[in-house]
């Protein structure tokens, strides 16, 4: 972290805390996009995690909360190494600009359907140097071509707007 400790930020909030702070706050997110890129910078493979979520295994992107005080940089280092392993080797742009802004809502229809909660995804489109593993929240890590990443049946396997997100990102690099 900066100069302020993550030990200077209290607690976290207890599952109480955050459920009512989730019904009254939108809560602010990051969300990744795991690349490779060949030597001219072209997306050669899109990493996804695979995961359990509410009771289905599901292929999701590494994401997270921004805690107080954090700032995005650090929170997207904090979730990559959460998710990716502490040599994943993210490439960091200088200038963090996130590739689109996902809208979840507890209501379904009205953008992204989260029930739990009203929440901002800042996502963003990260080069990886190093050996990505999965957390010990996901069950695997996985590498797919565009070409791969394009097909329904992967995309089907994608948890909450993380498909749309995967069509952004291939379309924005060029590969949708």
Known sequence: MSEI?????????????????????????????????????HVEAIGMLLCVDDDKIVR???????????????????????????????????TIAPLTVGEYFPTPGAGFFDERQHAVALAYIVPMQGDCKPGSDSLEFTWFTPG??????????????????????????GQY
């Open 5 to 41: 400790d993550s030990a200077d930020m209290g607690p976290w909030l207890s599952p109480e805390e955050l459920n009512f702070v989730r019904r009254k706050v939108p809560m602010v997110y990051v969300e990744v996009v795991p690349v490779r890129l060949d030597e001219l910078g």
């Open 60 to 94: 999701a992107f590494p994401s997270g909360r921004v805690l107080f005080h954090e700032t995005i940089r650090e929170a997207l280092g904090r979730h990559i190494e959460k998710d990716l392993g502490p040599v994943a080797l993210p490439q960091l742009p200088a």
């Open 148 to 173: 791969e990443a394009r097909t329904p049946e992967l995309q089907a396997e994608l948890s909450r707007g993380h498909a749309a997100l995967l069509q952004q990102a291939l379309s924005l690099t």
